[in-house]
């Protein structure tokens, strides 16, 4: 009967082909979203924990709560110490101490006068201790374009365009005026290695600027410290539930309630807004599925109604011949899947076909804006699918599930025709 | 008349609300159909042919009285176990094929076997011996758009005689066929009812069909008005 009902359903093909051509687009599109939100999730978790979160992140309490204004004056004093002692609780993290300041930064002529100032703000990070993952982490290595990556403590890189508006080349010295962790003034000269264009608007366009831990330690009267330590799982795989064990233990055993001055740890999504944003793109994929199942249930149902009135005579004849109304309804339901599983073969070729290209090319969404966000979270300014293994299957649930409801709906008609009239209806 | 009694009505009432009054199309009709016979229900249009055939054929109930095909009482058996009547026992002709467009000859005669359940070979088989009997071997793999009037309505004499049932129902079976194909197909149904004993049960109005007929029952407003064998 499968097999009488497949060779239906293939040659009738105002049967067939609109179904199946739903189903295939709805899949499709589906598999593109599944994805791009698996090459894009990893890519923005990855960058921003990289750039700004980590995914464990320790500060004093105060630094938290006023971390919006950067308060030098709340750093962890001992950073150092907190960092040997978290590398032997936790062998499987890295633990990277970052301090961020704000100044101005006052770019002098040929004769040493003032030409230009501009607010700057600066991440403090190891950029010079050979084997340090900062300069990956941090992207600076594969963001150089002119110059060289730091290689004294008081060397710094600058993006590109900042370079570019300020007339500034390698080697020119300039003086970043700051306040120490004391609160009085600071001057430092630092030499400019390197330019870098990231490919993150908030970071080419704003005006970041990076130099070596420990040329900030000194300029910023703060030896030992930083505004925060970050920690980092060694396979850069993150997870909520590894980290919150780190939190947990660091929360237990190193905070002091209603110390400020005291270590308090964060997971990376309770940083910034992560929380919601992963449990979005979590989210994400089911409420696509549910879109496209009830949009596909609602064409294939109309699909199915309209079938219905043109095998009018089809489903007549094959009640008065003696095949049960069950089993003329289930053989439709047997159709639809059929029908789904048709178009959800090839709608997942489709998708996956274009997942791969966003994998393999792209999308420079740079001139959109979107990447600066502004609040710590990073897209890259060209955004990748990838093809993930829901990509496979996903496509399934809104595929099989929406052709069959819409058959479900449509096909009670059958239940309501009465076989009494049959002869007459065949006749017409 | 043969001994065995396929078809026994009696006191048959058949009736249908109309706006507010009740059309009744079949009154206290009592009559038997044995094995084999080769019989047509003639009349004028509204006359009750076609429902006493809906009746017999277990697509309809009686509203009073009683009706047996085959020893199922018609008004007591559930819808499953009418289809179920209809399935094993009685084969269908009507005046417009109904054939299916998107399945071959072959495959459209195949269809009620599938609903019995049998085996790929015995399918083969059993349409192989169908089509032969009308003549259309040679047709097996066309679709029915290809094929004239007269034979369309041959593959569904083949298609309601492939499971060789005890009864078969024609209504108007030549109504859309010219003088020349109207007598093939009677003489096709004529020699099956020979050759395998199936009773056949004809609703016409035509002249051509009731050459053929054996016995003739004559309907007008819903009453039995003549019963002659021939």
Redesign the interface.
């Given at each position: 009967?499968i097999k009488?009902l497949i060779?239906?359903v293939l040659?009738?093909r105002s049967?067939s082909l609109f179904p199946i051509l739903t189903v295939f687009i709805g899949t499709a599109i589906t598999v593109l979203m599944a994805g791009y939100i698996g090459g894009v999730m990893p890519d923005m978790i990855r960058m921003s924990a990289h750039l700004d979160a980590g995914h464990v992140k320790v500060t004093s309490q105060g630094y938290f709560e006023d971390r919006t204004q950067m308060p030098l004056d709340m750093a962890l004093e001992d950073a150092e110490e907190i960092i040997v002692r978290l590398e032997n609780q936790f062998p499987d993290m890295m633990w990277k101490a970052r301090t961020r300041f704000g100044g101005l930064l006052d770019i002098p002529d040929e004769n040493g006068e003032t030409k230009a100032q501009t607010t700057v703000s600066a991440l403090a990070a190891d950029l010079i201790t050979p084997g340090s993952t900062e300069l990956d982490y941090l992207k600076i290595r594969s963001s150089i374009q002119n110059g060289s990556l730091p290689s004294d403590a008081f060397d710094i890189i600058i993006s590109q365009s900042m370079a570019e508006s300020y007339g500034l080349a390698i080697g020119d010295r300039v003086t970043l005026m700051s306040s120490t962790i004391n609160g009085s003034m600071s001057f430092q000269n630092f030499r400019i290695a390197g330019t870098v264009v990231f490919g993150v608007t908030a970071l080419d366009k704003g005006g970041a600027i990076f130099t070596d831990i420990e040329g900030a330690r000194m300029s910023l009267d703060m030896e030992g410290g930083s505004t925060e330590i970050l920690g980092f799982f060694k396979d850069d795989e993150y997870t909520g539930e590894r980290a919150q064990i780190v939190t947990n233990w660091i929360n237990s055993n190193m905070s002091v309630e209603g110390d400020p001055y005291s270590p308090i740890a964060f997971r990376f999504e309770d940083v910034n807004e992560f929380a919601a944003m992963m449990q979005w793109a979590g989210a994400f994929i089911f409420i696509i599925s549910g879109v496209f199942i009830a949009i596909m249930f609602i064409v294939l149902w109309n699909s199915g109604l309209m079938n219905g009135l043109r095998r009018y005579?089809?489903v007549?004849?094959?009640?008065?011949?003696?095949?049960?109304?069950?089993?003329v309804y289930r053989s439709m339901l047997v159709e639809s899947t059929l029908i789904g599983t048709i178009g959800t073969i090839f709608g997942t070729i489709l998708g996956l076909f274009f997942v791969y290209l966003l994998q393999e090319y792209g999308v420079d969404i740079s001139g959109m804006g979107i990447s600066d966000t502004g609040n710590g979270i990073y897209y890259p300014d060209v955004i990748r699918g990838k093809i993930i293994p829901a990509c496979f299957y996903i496509g399934f649930v809104p595929g099989i599930i929406a052709p069959f409801l819409g058959a479900l709906v449509s096909g009670r008609g059958i239940y309501k025709r009465q076989?009494?009239s049959?002869?007459?209806e065949?006749?017409? | 008349m043969t001994e065995v009694k396929l078809i026994h009505a009696h006191d048959l009432v058949k009736a249908y609300p109309v706006a507010d009054r009740e059309f009744v199309a079949l009154k206290n009709i009592s009559l038997e159909i044995g094995k084999g016979e080769f019989t047509g229900l003639v009349g004028p249009s509204g006359s009750g042919k076609t429902t006493l055939l809906n009746v017999i054929g277990s697509l309809d109930i009686p509203s009073s009285g009683s009706v047996t095909v085959l020893d199922s009482k018609i008004e007591a058996l559930t819808h499953k176990q009418a289809a179920q009547l209809r399935n094993l026992h009685i084969g269908f002709i009507f005046q417009t094929y109904n054939l299916l467009p998107v399945y071959t000859v072959a495959e459209n005669v195949e269809f009620p076997l599938l609903l019995l359940g049998k085996s790929t070979d015995e399918r083969k088989d059993m349409v192989a011996e169908a089509l032969e009997w009308v003549g259309l071997t040679e047709k097996a793999e066309m679709r029915p758009a290809q094929l004239s009037g007269g034979e369309s309505q041959r593959v569904a004499i083949a298609r309601a005689m492939v499971k060789k049932p005890a009864l078969v129902l024609a209504d108007e079976p030549t109504a859309n066929l010219d003088a020349k194909n109207s007598h093939h197909i009677l003489q096709t149904m004529e020699k099956l009812n020979a050759e395998l004993d199936t009773t056949f049960l004809f609703a016409t109005h035509d002249e051509k069909v009731m050459q053929y007929m054996k016995r003739i029952i004559s309907l007008e407003d819903g009453e039995v008005v003549k019963d002659e064998i021939k």
């Open positions: 009967m009488f060779a239906g040659r009738d049967r005579g089809e007549g004849l094959r009640l008065a011949i003696g095949e049960a109304k069950g089993h076989t009494a049959l002869f007459k065949l006749e017409t | -």
